[in-house]
């Protein structure tokens, strides 16, 4: 009895999910192009993140170098350097000779 009630519940299920899972596809060539279309499109986006950035510019000579450190020097006022007593007083506001 058991048995028979399990085969015919069983059948019920089968038959109930039949029609779901025989989901047939006709529209082949609609899938392929679309596939084809998504490749595309991600290559494409590909192409657009690889632009080139612009060319490094040449590193500084030991002239620039220095020149910058000089600059950064007399901003900053860690060096009197270049400078008279009594400018590096009047620029940096030292109250006395650095």
Known sequence: MRLGWFLSVGLVISALAAPACAQNRHNYDAI???????????????????????????????????AAAQRADRLTCASRKGRTRTQFATECKAAGPG
């Not at 490749?39 to 590193?59: C, F, G, L, Y």
Request: hydrophobic share 30%; aromatic share 0%.
């Open 32 to 66: 392929e192009q679309r596939h084809l279309d998504d490749i595309a499109q991600r290559e494409a986006d590909n192409r657009a993140a690889a632009v080139k950035s612009p060319p490094r510019t040449t590193p500084l000579t030991e002239a620039e170098k220095r």
